[in-house]
């Protein structure tokens, strides 16, 4: 019973139905063909989104993720275009780098010098695009630049599906071992939950923000990669208000604004939702104009949809604590 | 967001502060880096001083400033509305339908209002009756309000708006100055005096510092924020009738990005984000720290995105190095 009234149920639900009625109307949508593209479509979006849900649990927020991507896919781009013979590991593992390190940033900043998240990743999110315009002065990276191995790589399919697709998966099972089973996990989810709780059982407040900013950061760098492979173009303003999108997948997805509450699995069909809508759009001939503002109301339902089974937890608690009084 | 619960809060325990402390304070502080950056633009560029140039110039923030100041009070009372852009948008937009049904001025300029005032309504009531966080009820109706917008103009624009309105953003009132710094110098008035001369000011650092304790010394929390909200909203309505007679155009995508140049200069301005303190005069101040800054870089041929850096650094800079200097102070002693 339980199950059936979790939120992650609820969303599941609401993506299948919506599957369903199009699927209704335009069998072609649901080919496994066009779900896995679907699915590969999203999978940016799901990394971004599992990142910005540590954020978030850890009671933050990390505005500067989609600047963050476009500055390392530049930096990657550049790489490639000026030693076009590097391996594949090695593009991979300095955009891991490039981005934990500047999430790092982030994190040293909030936990050093105690400035507010949203004030610290609203300047880096700036001051990260900045950067690309001084590398480049503005000028694009295009496709014919990028060798084939660079641009190919998240496109090569295994089993039907593309490398982009698998590397969500991957990263999806990571995350929910990190968050389940790992110290770490559990001290994210403590930090958001009660701070003060959290520092008393010996928990590093600042520290574990400063982590979570990391996770964040290195899945925006991969993220940055495998974006401007995937559309084998790098240039300023790629990924431009992105980070709203993220941020929308995780509250969606159930992940509480206030810190402590949410889950892997949640966030991943947050991003779904969106993704489904995003793509479903044209094939049922509504404009893609519609998209912005369907994500902004489901934005606000499921916000609100969050806040009342919150709150009707927290009433049943003061009613028993009455009651023992 | 962060830290907010585990710090102290500093509750000063006398109410006026010696020289010293002005002359150290937040304000001081920042008005010398306007002058600095004032005088720095009148060496490096010959172009700077000229009554004509500095009047464009007031263009960089006059509308954004209209918002930030209903903005600041709305984080001094520990909400935020990152949908003002969207407003923009969406109040820039309607003005265009009703442009196209063949209404005046008046009526433009009443439209454009309105829809400001609506849309803070709905933020209002979703923060206020519904109990939701705002920072995430406006991230929903930023995309709401500018997907309204993109519903009704696609890829479209709206422009032929009458030649009368174009005085709101194209007109002077008298030389130099232009009616939108007017408006600017009026609201800055406006707004000081409401938040820091009145009851509902004080209500309003209040809720900022206790929203609990506010309640239960009778004041109608909810209310006030609501109040807020709608006075966001028809600032913004009022940029969107500035910046759209300026522009003489309506795009949906109008004003993007201006909500974090806002809320960037809310925090420039002293005001601190977690709510509770900040000051109008800091706003004001911060407002032409930015435009000095933007148009004496502009001046120098410097390009828009490079700007931003230096906007990203001073907000945290101005941030960062109070903090560093206590640490380094702590560590010397």
Redesign the interface.
Known sequence: MSALKSREAILFGAILALTTVIATRFPGFVTPTNLVSVFTDTSPLMILAMGQMVVIL????DLSVAANLALTGMVCAMINVAMPGLPMVVILVVALILGAALGAINGI??WK????????T??????F???I??LTE?KWINAHEMSPHFTGFPRNEILGMPVLGWIGIIVALIMMVVMARSTMGRAIYAVGGN??AA?YTGID??KT?FYAFVISGTLAGLTGYLWVARYSVAY?DIAG?FE?DV??AC?IGGVS??GGAGTVFGTLLGALFLGVVKNALPVVDI?P????????????VA??FN?KSG?SKGRVILKSAEHAQ | ???????TRHVPDRLRPSLYAHLVGWESLLLAVAVAVFVFNAFASPYFLDAWNLSDATFNFTEKAMIAFAMAMLIIAGEIDLSVASIIALSSTVMGLAMQMGAGTPVLVLVGLTTGLLCGAFNGA?VTR????S???T??????????S??IL??GAFTRYPASFAWFGQGYAFWVISVEFVIFVLLAIFFGILLHKTNFGRMVYAIGNNATGALFSGIRVDRVKFVLFLMTGLMSGLAAVCLTSRLGSTR?SIA??ME?EI??MV?LGGIN??GGSGSIPGVVIAAFVMGLVTFGLGLLNV?G??M??F???L??GV??LP??WAIWRKRTV
Do not use: E, K, N
């Open positions: 850890t009671r933050c927020i900043l909030v010098l105690s400035i507010p998240p949203i004030v610290v609203l300047g880096t999110m700036t001051i695009r900045g950067i315009f001084l503005g701070p003060h520092v407040v600042g923000q300023v208000g709203l941020v929308a509250v604004i206030a404009s104009f519609w998209q912005l503002a369907i994500s902004g109301a489901a934005i606000i916000v609100a806040a709150r | 967001m962060s830290h907010a619960d585990t710090q979703l519904l109990g939701l966080p920072i995430v009820v991230i929903g109706t930023m995309s709401l309000f500018r997907g309204v993109y519903i696609g890829d949906p993007s990005g974090l809320v960037t925090v984000i977690l390009p995105i490079v931003s850096i906007i990203g650094l907000l945290i941030i960062a903090r560093l």
